[in-house]
């Protein structure tokens, strides 16, 4: 594994576990292509894969630890050999570490308005095909509040509601957490969307993890 190039398959494959493990095996179904990046065979569902991080981060001072060479501390040596030999460490060490190889990922991550913004704009134009229902991914490194998740639900709800083609379901993952929000279901005088949240547990993220290099 030493020798692995950047890519952002790792990513992907952990988005479908994710969805497998909270909303059921049909989502195993899901093959990895480009645009989107997950499809069902049979063309009922496209899911976009991205990411988002604020600019109020920085990612070279605050998230970058270049692990080639580090010596692994005392506690959780696993993990942080893992995030060494394979380059990639979303879901370990709670976070607070990238990868030399994930930093790429990262290193392009627009703000999460701006990113969902771009990600609307392609699916109204067609961009990412004829599919029954599309689906947008984000992984975000920042920690969200809940009234931060009903705020971008609601951004998202605004920027399509007059697009033929648009986004059916928002997921939301964070290191600990993914939400999984029905665009579908807006109540215009509450203004408010169904979101479910899942807790991922440690146990949970080193699964993915692990399940996601192969």
Not at 36 to 63: C, F, H, N, W, Y
Not at 144 to 170: A, F, G, N, P
Not at 188 to 212: G, N, Q, W
Request: hydrophobic content about 30%; glycine content about 8%; proline content about 3%.
């Amino acid at each position: 594994m030493a020798g692995r190039k950047f890519d952002t398959c790792f990513f992907e494959r952990y988005a479908r576990h994710t969805l497998e493990t909270f909303l059921g095996s049909r989502f195993s179904a899901l093959i990895n292509e480009d645009r989107p990046d997950l499809q069902m065979p049979d063309k009922s569902l496209g899911i976009e894969v991205t990411r988002a991080m604020e600019p109020r981060k920085d990612v070279a001072q605050d998230l970058l630890l270049e692990m080639a060479g580090v010596e692994s501390p005392a506690d959780n040596d696993d993990e942080m050999g893992q995030i060494i030999r394979t380059g990639y460490g979303y879901g370990l060490q709670e976070g607070r570490y990238v990868g030399r190889l994930e930093y790429e990922y990262w290193r392009l991550a627009q703000p999460l308005r701006r990113i969902i913004e771009s990600k609307v704009g392609k699916v109204g134009s067609g961009f990412y095909g004829d599919f029954e229902e599309y689906g947008l991914y984000i992984f975000c490194k920042d920690h969200l509040s809940e009234e931060e998740v009903r705020l971008t639900m609601e951004y998202t709800c605004d920027l399509q509601r007059h697009l033929d083609i648009r986004y059916s379901k928002l997921y939301i993952s964070l290191i600990d957490r993914l939400y999984v929000c029905d665009l579908n279901t807006i109540d215009r005088p509450e203004h408010h969307t169904k979101c479910t949240s899942y807790d991922i547990s440690r146990k949970m993220c080193k699964d993915f993890f692990l399940k996601s290099l192969d």
